[in-house]
């Protein structure tokens, strides 16, 4: 353990990158995956089109390969950002985004046909209808859901560690080549530092779907 006391400025570092890696993936997830689940429904066949065609590229793509375009391929078409982290976060939020995807167009489904249909009789559009009287109701239904997808995405920012960042992961590697004596100890301190996301993550979901529900 002395080696984990030592060394926990660097598991600082991994900690704050992996917090903020999560973070920022999941807000342009969010943002994203949303606009994809309301094309998903979209009575326009060319957004529906798309939906569907990216979520299921994208989903059936390994996170890895992901990574791989953004971080080494993008470079090459002219995107040359000045770090790995920023590719590192548009590649998980473009993952992650088909997932999120998935659990808005499911709860947009959950809610009755008859309330898009007496808003469309009141004169409201599509795009009203779906932001004022749909989507509230839908993301009640889904935060559970969407919470697990964040906590996955927690864990899928391990990818990340192999591309030149320095999130746990990379911290983790880094640490059981600098201390081979002492791999056993330093994995637990890295699981232990993603169980400080991933738990916290885990209770907010219980505490909002019972608050969700007693408001329904």
């Known amino acids: 353990m002395d080696t984990v006391i030592d060394e926990l400025p660097l598991y600082w570092e991994g900690f704050t990158t992996t917090l903020a890696l999560t973070l920022l993936s999941a807000v342009i997830a969010l943002v994203v995956g949303t606009i994809l689940g309301a094309f998903r429904v979209s ?3 060319t957004l529906r ?5 990216y979520v299921e590229l ?7 390969l992901v990574f791989i375009f953004f971080v080494f391929v ?3 078409l002219g995107w040359t950002p000045d770090d790995f982290f920023i590719p590192a976060v548009v590649a998980l939020s473009v993952y992650t985004a088909a997932f999120v995807c998935e659990a808005v167009r499911s ?10 249909e007496a808003s469309r009789a009141i ?3 599509f795009p009203q209808t779906l932001r004022l009287v749909v989507l509230p109701q839908a993301f009640r239904t889904v935060v559970p859901p969407l919470i697990n997808i964040f906590i996955a995405l927690t864990k899928n920012s391990s990818v990340a560690g192999g591309f030149f960042v320095a ?3 990379g911290v983790a590697r880094q640490l059981t080549n600098a201390h081979p004596a002492d791999i056993i100890p330093v994995l637990i301190g890295i699981a ?9 993550a885990g209770i907010l979901a219980g505490y909002v779907e019972r608050k969700v529900a007693f408001a329904r």
Request: hydrophobic share 45%; aromatic share 12%.
């Open 49 to 53: 089109w798309f939906g569907t065609a």
């Open 107 to 116: 709860g947009i489904n959950s809610v009755g046909l008859g309330q898009a």
């Open 58 to 64: 994208v989903r059936n793509t390994p996170l890895t």
């Open 74 to 76: 993008a470079p090459q």
């Open 123 to 125: 004169g409201l559009t």
């Open 192 to 200: 232990a530092f993603y169980l400080v996301i991933t738990i916290p």
């Open 43 to 45: 009575p326009v066949p």
């Open 167 to 169: 999130e746990l992961f």
